[in-house]
């Protein structure tokens, strides 16, 4: 079997989701969270509509884990669907 991958949001873009809330989250934190908003704004969970990026930090293919110490976020002003 497979280890379990380490996913966090690095992007948002959609009708309940929110940078100073969601960013940095991992999938497992968000998957409640993401089935409300499929079914209020059918909002697709897995982001296949752009509605969020996820970046990888560890799994089985890489020879060590991706580590973060810094990040800042950069919104969009103006965007209500992206804020």
Not at 1 to 26: N, Q, S
Not at 34 to 42: A, K, Q, S
Not at 46 to 75: A, K, Q
């Amino acid at each position: 079997g497979f280890e379990a991958r380490v996913d966090h949001l690095v992007k948002v873009a959609c009708m309940g989701l929110y940078p100073d809330k969601h960013l940095g989250k991992t999938l497992g934190q968000m998957r409640a969270t993401l089935h409300r908003l499929n079914d209020e704004f059918g909002v697709h969970v897995c982001g296949e509509g752009g509605e969020y990026e996820s970046f990888t930090l560890d799994c089985p293919l890489y020879h060590r884990r991706i580590v973060v110490n810094e990040w800042e976020t950069s919104p969009i002003e103006g965007d209500s669907m992206a804020p």
